[in-house]
């Protein structure tokens, strides 16, 4: 059974998650401030933590600063905010993904089975498909739908292996930049879109319709199996 830690403090809508994720078998905590949030945390007694970045003590993001400084549980943002700029911020923190708010329950579930799966698999498949192609992680070779090698320089190769490391998961890109040049310095998006495209032209099926490299626009990237 999945324990969903729920770090709300709107209680119609941590009322309505707990009852929501209760019928459908997971096991619900909750908290209703920060404070709260991290002693319960640090009990550790959840495998999952879906947190509101707007709390009335401290905010989501001390929130994400402090569990991370000694856990990698998986963390959910429900973000009420409509720019990126926080997400993104809460993403380079630490957390593993979000949701804007209002969300359907559906959407939120799938986000909850993606981020404890990738957290019970953490050494991850190491032969991963990417539409017909098939990546190679240990051997480090991509092969097309025809049986034939695909071509990928360093950086394109380091670049999908982060992103296919990380199924369904959004990497902003100031995260890929930092790995591709070694430090947070590079921060030209243009760098990124031009590698993702060669990517795609590589391995994508339709690669002006993008299927598996997704852009997530003014945020990052997802590689969605
Ligand atoms: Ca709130």
Known sequence: MTRVLIVEDERPLRRALAMNLTARGYEVIEADTGTAALSAAANGEHDVILLDL?????????????????????????SARTGSSDKVAALDLGADDYVSKPFSIEELLARLRAATRRATSLDGPRVVQVGTAS?????????????????????????????????????TGRALLTELRGGPDHTDPS???????QLRRKLEPQP?????????????YRFQP
């Open 54 to 78: 707007g709390l009335p003590d401290l905010s989501g993001m001390d929130v994400i600063r402090a569990v991370r400084a000694y856990a990698s549980t998986p963390i959910i943002v429900l």
């Open 135 to 171: 990546i190679d992680l240990d051997a480090k070779t991509a092969t097309g739908d025809d049986g034939e090698h695909v071509h990928l320089t360093p950086t394109e190769w380091h670049l999908l292996e982060v992103l296919v490391r990380h199924p369904g998961k959004l990497v």
């Open 191 to 197: 760098y990124l879109r031009i590698y993702v495209a």
């Open 208 to 220: 002006s319709r993008p299927r598996h490299l997704i852009t997530e626009s003014g945020m990052g």
